[in-house]
């Protein structure tokens, strides 16, 4: 089967990532990715891929827009589309009048005015309404999404739940690669590394780690190094300036974009994730299935990812604080519990979350 992905762009994003990461391992059918926006940032990976890669500037003629969806989608004898993102559902309607299935993946639960703006708040609400009508089903990967969308209106008995499915890359790390020499050192030095890995946004609330990291600097005599991977963190004046103001230069490095985030996850002790909303957090079950076990606040299906092996905690710096301390301890004087938790980590995202379970639950949908 044929299947068309409309998607705003793919800049590096959680809902881009578990895209591309459906593409590329999905056998049975022949994916293709259609996006509106100029950032493609796995273009270099779906090419090596095989996954065709279509982009189109929709701010022209309306109704040439029309006709050059038409041409992709007889071009490529397309069965299914699937959008994955707002303002994709919405130009996904356009398929319909052409005859085809249209199906919705949801991956947001605060849709509040505060977090979405009114703009993308009044297009929810208009979603809401061409849900009823237009769409076969609408996927969603966490009960929260799914509740707080239906609560907006959007059909309740079209929803499926699917969480996102995983595949350990068992290939080799290059361990020529400066960012994994780089971190290697520090272990070979006894640091102990925490990763933050995910774009700055006052949504992924950075900066309550930075206040979390002087505490510890001040205050614990072991050696630590903080790994921040994603965009927005060089070029954020208040984020840099409580850096310098902590004197954390020595206990930080950033790190703008990494294509193969293994090595960061392979790299790192424990992954932070300190969010004050997500739905289906990639960044936990990622590092969980590379045996990082993963400190994160209490929100979306976290608990359900995360389960006994790693801990879930309150919005809270002190409470943050306290949680590094006791994970550094853990490793630092009780390395068969340590192991064993790291061991966990990977068998609980192999068993849960496996990606024959995520197409399966897509598969339900598309022939339904």
Same mark, same amino acid.
């Given at each position: ?6 998607i705003n762009?793919?800049r590096v994003?959680?809902t ?5 990461n459906y593409c590329i391992?999905d ?13 493609d ?13 279509i982009?189109?500037?929709?701010l ?9 969806l %038409? ?7 397309? &069965?299914?589309? /699937? =959008?994955w +993102?707002?303002?994709s559902?919405?130009? *996904? $309607? ?13 991956r ?11 703009k ?7 979603l ?8 076969? %089903?609408?996927f969603?990967?966490s009960?929260l999404? &799914?509740?707080? /969308? =239906?609560? +907006? ?5 079209? *929803? $499926? ?20 020499k ?21 949504? %992924? ?20 190094l903080t ?9 954020n ?11 954390l ?7 703008d ?6 090595k960061?996850?392979q ?8 969010s ?26 976290v ?6 092996f ?5 919005n809270?710096?002190n ?22 938790l ?7 995202i ?19």
């Amino acid at each position: 089967m044929n299947i068309l992905h409309l998607i705003n762009d793919l800049r590096v994003g959680g809902t881009e990532k578990s895209l591309v990461n459906y593409c590329i391992n999905d056998k049975k059918n022949r994916n293709i990715i259609l996006t509106f926006g100029l950032s493609d940032n796995f273009k270099n990976l779906l090419e090596s891929n095989n996954i065709k890669l279509i982009k189109l500037n929709i701010l022209t003629n309306p109704i040439k827009t029309f006709l050059q969806l %038409k041409k992709i989608a007889k071009e490529n004898n397309i &069965r299914v589309v /699937h =959008s994955w +993102m707002y303002h994709s559902h919405l130009i *996904s $309607i356009l398929f319909y009048f052409m005859g085809y299935k249209i199906f919705w993946s949801i991956r947001n639960q605060d849709i509040t005015k505060n977090n979405l703006g009114i703009k993308t708040f009044l297009l929810v609400k208009f979603l809401s309404i061409l849900s009823k009508i237009f769409v076969k %089903k609408l996927f969603y990967n966490s009960t929260l999404a &799914r509740t707080s /969308h =239906s609560n +907006m209106g959007f059909s309740e008995k079209k *929803s $499926i739940l699917v969480f996102n499915g995983y595949h350990i890359d068992e290939e080799e790390i290059d361990k020529s690669d400066e960012v994994f020499k780089s971190l290697n050192i520090y272990r070979q030095n006894n640091f102990f590394i925490l990763g933050s890995i995910g774009r700055y946004h006052r949504v %992924k609330n950075q900066l309550m780690l930075l206040d979390s990291l002087k505490f510890l600097k001040e205050n614990n005599k072991n050696k630590f190094l903080t790994v921040f991977v994603g965009k927005g963190f060089n070029e954020n004046s208040e984020f840099l300036k409580k850096i310098k103001d902590y004197n954390l230069k020595e206990n930080v490095i950033l790190i703008d974009f990494c294509q193969d985030i293994k090595k960061i996850y392979q790299s790192i002790d424990v992954n932070i994730l300190t969010s004050l909303n997500e739905s289906f957090p990639n960044v936990i079950a990622e590092s969980m299935m590379y045996g990082s076990p993963c400190i994160s606040t209490d929100v979306g299906e976290v608990r359900k990812i995360i389960n006994n092996f790693g801990w879930v905690i309150l919005n809270n710096v002190n409470e943050l604080t306290k949680t590094i301390v006791e994970s550094q301890a853990l490793k630092l004087n009780r390395n068969k519990e340590w192991n064993l938790l790291r061991d966990n980590c990977k068998t609980h995202i192999k068993i849960n979350f496996s990606l024959d379970k995520m197409f399966d639950n897509y598969e339900k949908g598309y022939n339904s």
